[in-house]
């Protein structure tokens, strides 16, 4: 049958069966068209988005080609981190990286870490371009992208990390060091305190038995005041300490003549040290009648004295030398001792709170161990610094230096010499000060 053979009606309804059907496909691939566009924009939406966060990244993120081991792109951030410019890392192979040696250093390595497809590194040592080294946490992962493996790296910097953990494993170590040195200091308190006090207590109560002579009367008085004053030093030592650890300690700046103090150190100790029948030695520099400086008379006097003290604390025999010389822009004191010496292990400790050179108590030297903490810091507040020589067995010399300088604001020291304002009596000038020579005053 054709066309010819139909009706008008049914030809009409024949194309407008068409026409609908026509109809349709143009909707479906007007759909098909919308849903592309939209799906199109979406991942180009999503490729952004991605780039953003590449581009962005506060780690560093490298692409490898899963096959080959090639270096396929790498963010700003990895590129800043390490040094390193992008085109270093472009279609290079990783194990031709030389800081990512460790991680992949040949082609076996790598296929171990390819099929692995996660790879997890804690800490992993990396060296940037100018040579500081970092430390990283490296993470791995294996994923699909256009149908090709690829592997992502990512690579977080923690050297902050390592660093803070560092710091906070020594703040623990300090605090138990601190914590134990506290322990033996209050332990060693307890002995500092009660002797005195035993000693002032217990001869107040034997004044007071009948028919005791002038002489006996005497004796114990005399105790009771060496008791009286050791107490008050053990509690002078801690109050500074305290000042000190607080930021209170104030230093009180004149004119003094350094000659004049250390004699007077000398002086004030010669007794005591021929009492344990050793020699005490002042050493200074040679014709110098006069060493006027812009200082704190009181500091310099305390500093001295624990040094001195020290010094006859732990020497039985031989000598003790006391005295200072003029070294450029500083007076530079010393104490040298005969005794036993300090452990090179303990030179440093031995400035530190509570502690003596051997903090066991195996020798059980009296003292709260605040001395040369003291005089340290007492040291440093006045500009200068200390130190100390001993080969741990013969004896021990501490050094420590003042500055010369005076505050060029005060009129009166304008107008003193020039030579960082030490005042020498005429006719002796600059030779004095240059000579080696030294004279020696003995007990």
């Known amino acids: ?30 759909t098909y068209a919308a849903t592309s566009t939209i799906a199109r924009d979406s991942l180009k939406d999503s490729e952004a988005r991605y780039r953003r966060l590449f581009e962005t990244a506060k780690d560093g993120i490298l692409i490898l080609d899963a096959e080959t081991g090639m270096i ?29 040696k460790d991680v992949a250093a040949d082609k076996e390595k790598f296929l171990e870490f390819k099929h692995k497809e996660y790879v997890h590194y804690d800490n992993l040592p990396l060296e940037t371009a100018s040579g500081r080294k970092i430390n990283v946490e490296f993470v791995s992962n294996v994923y699909t992208e256009c149908q090709h493996k690829v592997i992502q790296c990512n690579i ?38 009660r002797t005195p006090m035993n000693g ?13 002579t002038g002489a006996t009367q005497q004796e114990y008085i005399e105790i009771i005041e060496k008791s009286g004053a050791r107490m008050l030093n053990i509690i002078n030592n801690i109050v500074d300490i ?37 020699q005490l030695i002042y050493t200074s520099p040679v014709n110098l009648n006069n060493v006027i400086i812009k200082t704190d008379r009181e500091k310099i006097f305390a ?31 010393f104490v040298k001792d005969t005794g036993i010496g300090i452990p090179p292990d303990r030179q440093e400790a031995v400035f530190e709170r509570f502690v003596q050179s051997d903090i066991s108590d195996k020798l059980a030297f009296q003292g709260a161990g605040l001395g040369l903490s003291i005089a340290k810091a007492y040291v440093e507040l006045l500009g200068g610094k200390i130190w100390l020589e001993s080969d741990g067995k013969n ?20 107008q003193k010499p020039s030579m960082a304002a030490v005042t020498i009596s005429q006719p002796i000038v600059l030779k004095i000060l240059m000579s080696n020579t030294m004279k020696h005053r003995a007990s």
Not at 200 to 212: A, D, R, V, W, Y
Not at 250 to 268: A, G, M, R, W
Not at 307 to 326: Q, R
């Open 1 to 30: 049958m054709t066309y010819r053979d139909k009706s008008k009606e049914e030809l009409i309804a024949r194309l407008k069966e068409i026409q609908k059907k026509h109809t349709t496909l143009m909707e479906v691939c007007d």
């Open 72 to 100: 396929k792109d790498v963010n700003p951030f990895l590129i800043e981190l390490l040094g390193y410019s992008k085109e270093q890392f472009i279609e290079k192979e990783i194990w031709e990286i030389v800081f990512f």
């Open 156 to 193: 977080h910097d923690i050297t902050e990390r390592k660093l803070a953990d560092k710091n906070l494993i020594i703040a623990k170590e300090r605090a138990e060091e601190s914590d134990r040195l506290k322990s033996a200091f209050l332990a060693n308190m307890s002995h500092e305190i």
């Open 200 to 212: 002032i207590l217990g001869f107040s109560n034997l004044l007071k038995e009948p028919g005791l």
């Open 242 to 278: 305290s000042k000190i650890e607080s930021g209170l300690m104030e230093i009180n700046l004149k004119e003094s003549n350094i000659i004049e103090q250390v004699e007077y150190s000398y002086n004030c100790f010669k007794p005591e040290v021929e009492r344990k029948g050793m």
């Open 303 to 333: 500093i001295l004295t624990n040094i001195v003290k020290n010094a006859i604390k732990f020497t039985s025999h031989g000598y003790i030398e006391i005295g200072f010389d003029i070294k450029g822009k500083y007076l530079e004191f």
């Open 395 to 414: 004896g021990t010399t501490f050094y420590f230096t003042i500055p010369l300088h005076t505050d060029k604001k005060d009129k009166t020291f304008a």
